[in-house]
């Protein structure tokens, strides 16, 4: 099974797509990942589903990549003793440490990391941004505010604080415990969510161990825009993850935002996912809005290695139509002229390496010979990635001996992943490539393909051969 684009789709699930026939039905219409959101959902049921994928991904023969999203760190007010109360504009209202239930004039806020964060002036955002408080006072147990915006209040409402960078690890006990199930299930991505600093990754990769799966870092904090280049460098990909960002900087900043994130990524070689909120009308309708419409077709444009889904697919009532459709967004925009000008024109220049030298020319050199595909063997990814960043007219059909590796290369921009065995020597290699693009669909008889791969054989990180074989018939 081959897709016709090379912008890939990750499809949440949840109770609209927990059985094994809708699954398999949303990897039918073009999902190439899924996502497993442990902010729900019990861990039999997250073992449930990674099994179904497996089977679906042995009837397929195509590997198919599972990543597995930690919730983070959640700050909440406590309760009320009504259940909920009414914040009036120009009202006092205090938060503090008491575990009393709160009422119109205070309440719990059990985070003593927000009140080591707060300086009056700052604001404090609760219920996604809805309602918003400006500090007056504060003190390390306490914060004394007014409502600059009011509204209903309830229980357990989330809270964030634009502009401080909070003293809170992105792995809370529940993490830890989630994280070290994923990797007992052999997922292939690890989103890590509220990531604010690099070391934040660190502390992951520790944790982590050399278990053969890849960190993915959500960019939800503002305050990791301050350290975009490094959190990149560390991450193996990364989520715009536009529902917290949102909330936290202003509506006309987050395209920037998006924009200078895809740019980052894109320049470093790393895969970018663009995500929430990108069909939401689709949670309960048969069809997008255009504006949601022409939102997938802008990160498409802007380069993204993939789209995402979430409540869309995990709890909407048309999974398999939102998935249908953003397959068919963007292979539209992927079809137009203008899409092929946007990328040659944000191309970025090779890094200066042999590996990166061997996969620029590859480019070139498909271009110039209009070959069919270009062939990569990989043992570590790392070869198929590079041909990815830069972005070639041919599709990329990525061989490697590695199941991991074949999985998570389902994540990648334009790649087309093959589980192959390990090659040996230079005839070997061109006509496993040749045989292989041939039996996917990629090629014919005649058809030139270009194929990069790395001396010795097998060995990760040795990108230095480029051949040109033309297929027999």
Known sequence: MRRIRNAKIIATLGPSSATPAMISALFGAGADVFRLNFSHGSHAEHRQRVETIREIETRAKRPIAILADLQGPKLRVGCFAEGRIRLEAGAKFRLDLESKPGDARRAPLPHPEIFAALRPGMDLLLDDGRIRLKVEFCGPDFAETRVATGGDLSDHKGVNVPGAALPVSPLTPKDILDLDFALSLEVDWIALSFVQRPSDLVAARERIGDRPVRLLAKLE??????????????????????????????????????????????????????????????????????????????????????????????????????????????????????????????????????????????????????????????SSGSTTLRAARERPEQPIVSLTACIHVARQMALVWGAHSVRQADIHDFAEMVDHAIRVARDEGFAQGGDTIVITAGVPFGHSGTTNILRVAECYG
């Open 221 to 378: 904090k503002p305050q990791a825009i301050d350290h975009l280049d490094d959190i990149v460098e560390l991450a193996d990909a990364v989520m715009v993850a536009r529902g917290d960002l949102g909330v936290e900087c202003p509506p006309e900043i987050v395209p920037v935002l998006q924009k200078r994130i895809i740019h980052a990524c894109r320049a470093a070689g790393k895969p970018v996912v663009v995500a929430t909120q990108m069909l939401e009308s689709m949670i309960h309708a048969a069809a997008p809005t255009r504006a949601e419409s022409s939102d997938v077709a802008t990160a498409i444009y802007d380069g993204a290695d993939a789209v995402m889904l979430s409540a869309e697919t995990a709890a909407g009532e048309y999974p398999l139509e939102a998935v249908t459709i953003m397959d068919r967004i963007v292979a539209a925009v992927e079809r137009d002229p203008w899409y092929r000008m946007v990328t040659d024109a944000s191309h970025q220049a090779p890094q200066h390496t042999g590996r990166d030298a061997i996969s620029a020319a590859a480019r070139q050199v498909a271009h110039t010979l209009e070959a069919a595909a270009i062939v990569t063997y990989t």
